[in-house]
C-alpha cells in the first residue's frame, strides 16, 4: 500500500452543516470515496491509501482536474483505492462532490 497526501487552495469554503458522503466501494479495480467537513482555512485535505504504487503524478492531474472545476474549501477526502482507472477515479470524485454539496460547483 502507498499513502499519498495533496492539499489544494482557492476554493469557496462549504458549509459545514454538510453530513459525510461515502461513494463507490472497494473492489477489484474500484474505489471509495469519503468527504467530509474539516476546518481547514478554505483547503481541501486528500488522503489516499492506494493498492496501485508509483502513480503519485498521476493522482496529481487527476485531483488537479477535478479542483479545477470543483471550487470548494473546508473539506476533507479521504480515498481508499484497488487500482481504479483515472476516469474512475474523477468520476467517483465528482459524484461524491455532487452529493457533498448539492449539485452546486
Known sequence: ???????FS???PVAARNAPVLAGVLG?????????PADLNGAVRVEIDTAARGFGAIWQAVLADV?????????????????????????RLDQALQDYTGGAA
Open 67 to 91: 479542483f479545477g472545476r470543483w471550487q470548494i474549501g473546508n473539506i476533507r477526502v479521504s480515498i481508499n483505492d484497488a487500482g481504479a482507472t483515472p476516469a474512475v477515479v474523477a468520476l
Open 28 to 36: 477489484s479495480g474500484n474505489l471509495e470515496v469519503l468527504v467530509e
Open 1 to 7: 500500500m502507498e499513502r499519498l497526501e495533496y492539499d
Open 10 to 12: 482557492g476554493g469557496k
